[in-house]
């Protein structure tokens, strides 16, 4: 997947490839549990998981069996045993489905390594619906739902779910004879005196006559411990530790306590233990108690837990009577409690304003200039990243060119070589299809090419002839041992026919007669049975009918009891409800009217700004105005004196126009004075 962007890569949108691919990778797993190579197996079942769902189709069952069953062995050597649990589930399942030339033997050996499995799983921390949500053990959940994934489940199992899995499909009544009654002593019954030597007489005999379910032997005698120390506290206020001991054969009083202080550190296990007089004290004080959600067989709830519950209900019953009696003192307290928010709010709402304004400013504006320097550091990265790439495509390019050269000259010369060879060959197959091919076995493709046309063709024809000579040898001899051998079978076979056929007659007639006998002794029995019940039944029908009576006379008084208290609790809660919304009314209108004020207010400083603008606009309208007329007055005062000296300069030079010299130096003086005019007014 991840080398699929190149030319030569794997299509694994291909089936025939995909397959292929998952088969090694099934190879592999094999591989890496035989060298032991766990963490390598547990990258393949990754690699397995992946290809499986790119997949179309699943695998086929029994390669998903084999799966399975290696991922059990993968979380048996991890010391997994929810998970391999799961997976031996899983593997039971496919084989119990798909597989039905499956023993009876087979079946049982399967369903005792569930079996095994689940009741291995160590006990989980008891934990309440509050404890479950606020679990934050993010890495654990994330681990178990990939762990899950590759079992191809939506949740991650627990003990509890695996439980009912299995009662749900009957697997403790399909074990070995030996482990039937194992499930009911552990989550069902009741016993603590005997329970733990129970469980270790019957694992006693399986380590004995099952070595395959030896590994689960220690995990269950552990369960059994916690399982015997829970009942234990749910009978006994306080038990001597020698005690304990001896309702447990096989732990030691070291190895008991190192097993219960981890449970008893963690509130899963309500116990101290008394070292002054060598005795387990079971139950909790109220400051260090928790909500009990304990599983398994239980008789009664401990003390500490009764009384929580008692302090649970007193508050509730209290808090109900309060509201009972003084409804009233409850809405004044949210009155006054309201009225003063207000208030808070009222003195503090401009500032906080506008510091809210402010900061909102000054966040727009940080986040603008980092904006603009990521956007500024991303440009200069992908102009790098283009320029690498462009010198790596100009590399990459550099030498394809060269490969392509090198590979065009071998397949040059390979051609070359390859048809001289095939015009050789052409000629020895020429004569294999006219003579056949066996001819010629024994001799390789250097020998057929270096013998002529003749030698090959005599070859032929001395093997066919030869062929020819042992086939009619042959045929002559099969057909004389054919016919002997079958005249002499029916001859025997007649008599013995006959003989079986009878005594089969014999038989099948006696097989009917006692099974027909059996049968009607069977009915006659069942119809005397089928009479007496209904006699017996028919004695409790007057009694039965008064308790349902009754029963129902009870049932109806409840519920108009119950139908009565909620009929008062309805009219309670229509009068609050009524309170509350008349409350909100009135603070709606109070927002409404405050809003109101708010944009009056700002409207009028925007009119007052308007104003002030006209008014400048005005003033320097009007100063720029007198700065024009100003302006206009003195350049038509520069314009007049121009003018007057102008005429004083031509009236100076008019009396030299006399004769056409003078013509001339008049018009050069004229246009003298233009220009010096010119000037002058340029100036």
């Known amino acids: 997947i991840k080398h699929s962007h190149q030319t030569n890569s794997i299509n694994l949108n291909d089936p025939v490839s995909l397959q292929l691919h998952l088969d090694t990778r099934l ?44 991922q059990a062995l993968v979380f048996s050597k991890a010391n997994n045993r929810l998970f391999e649990a799961c997976a031996l589930m899983k593997h039971y399942q496919l084989v119990f489905d798909q597989k039905k030339t499956a023993t009876v033997e ?50 991650a199992p627990t003990r509890e779910t695996l439980i009912a899995d299995i009662v749900k499909q009957g697997i403790p009544g399909k074990v070995y004879p030996e482990l039937q009654p194992l499930f009911k002593i552990l989550e069902v019954d009741f016993q603590p005196l005997k329970l733990c030597s129970l469980v270790d007489t019957m694992l006693s005999e399986v380590e004995k006559t099952y070595p395959d379910l030896v590994p689960y032997a220690v995990d269950v005698r552990q369960v059994a411990v ?8 749910q009978v006994y206020d306080k038990i001597s530790i020698s005690k304990v001991v001896s309702l447990i054969p096989y732990i030691e009083p070291l190895e008991l306590e190192l097993l219960i202080i981890e449970p008893a550190k963690t509130l899963d296990l309500q116990l101290r233990i008394d070292h002054s007089t060598q005795t387990f004290i079971f ?51 949210k009155d006054a409690l309201r009225h003063e928010s207000i208030s808070v709010y009222m003195k503090s709402a401009k500032r906080d304003q506008l510091n809210m304004i402010k900061r909102k400013e000054m966040i727009e504006h940080r ?49 070359e070589k390859h048809k001289d060879k095939l015009l050789k060959m052409e000629k020895v197959k020429k004569l294999m299809e006219q003579l056949g091919e066996k001819p010629f076995e024994g001799l390789t493709e250097e020998e057929l090419l270096v013998m002529e046309e003749e030698e090959l063709l005599a070859r032929g024809i001395e093997y066919m002839s030869k062929e020819k000579d042992d086939l009619k040898h ?17 001859l025997v076979e007649i008599p013995l026919l006959k003989d079986e056929w009878e005594k089969s007659q014999g038989d099948d007639k006696i097989w009917w007669e006692e099974k027909e006998a059996a049968r009607i002794e069977m009915a006659i029995k ?54 509350v919304k008349k409350q909100e009314i009135l603070k709606q209108l109070t ?24 008014k400048f606009k005005e003033e320097k309208m009007k100063s720029d105005a007198e700065a024009r007329e100003a302006q206009l007055k003195q350049e038509a005062r520069i314009r007049a004196v121009e003018e007057k000296m102008a005429q004083k300069e031509r009236e100076r030079s008019g009396g030299f126009n006399r004769d056409r010299d003078g013509d001339r130096g008049g018009d050069r003086w004229d246009r003298g004075g233009d220009r010096g005019g010119d000037r002058g007014g340029e100036r």
């Open 27 to 70: 190879y592999q797993l094999d591989c890496a549990i035989k060298i032991s190579l766990w963490q390598e197996a547990i990258k393949t079942i990754n690699d397995i998981h992946s290809l499986m769902q790119l997949s179309k189709k699943k695998p086929k069952p029994q390669a998903l069996a084999n799966y399975y069953k290696k």
């Open 106 to 155: 087979e079946k049982q050996m399967l369903a005792s390594g569930v079996l095994m499995a689940t009741l291995a799983i160590p006990l989980p921390a008891s934990m309440s619906e509050n404890e479950k949500y606020l679990d934050l053990q993010n890495s654990t959940k994330d681990k178990n739902m990939t762990l899950a994934s590759y079992l191809d489940l939506q949740h």
């Open 226 to 233: 916690l399982r015997l120390m829970r009942q234990l506290a």
């Open 283 to 333: 139950g909790s004080t109220i400051q260090y108690q928790r909500e009990e959600t304990t599983s398994g067989p239980t008789v009664q709830q401990m003390p500490s837990e009764m009384f929580r519950n008692q302090l649970v209900l007193l508050y509730g019953a209290l808090n109900k009577s309060v509201d009972l009696i003084s409804p009233a003192m409850k809405v004044q307290a």
């Open 367 to 415: 986040k603008e200039y980092y904006e603009n320097l990521n956007t500024e550091k991303e440009r200069a990265e992908l102009q790098e990243r283009e320029k690498t790439r462009r010198e790596a495509e100009k590399a990459e390019t550099k030498r394809r060119d060269e490969e392509e050269k090198r590979r065009t000259e071998e397949r040059s010369a390979r051609e």
């Open 474 to 490: 042959k045929m002559k001899q099969v057909e004389k041992r054919l016919d002997y051998y079958t005249r002499a079978q029916r």
């Open 526 to 579: 069942k119809r005397e049975y089928d009479i007496s019940t209904r006699a017996r039944l028919l004695r409790m029908k007057d009694d039965k009918d008064a308790f349902v009576a009754s029963i129902l006379s009870q049932k109806e008084m409840q519920h108009q009891e119950e139908v009565n208290r909620f009929e008062a609790e309805l009219a309670r809660v229509r009068e609050e409800r009524k309170e």
């Open 591 to 614: 927002d409404k009217r405050r809003k109101e004020q708010l944009a009056k207010e700002a409207e009028d400083k925007r009119k007052q700004k308007e104003e002030e603008l006209r």
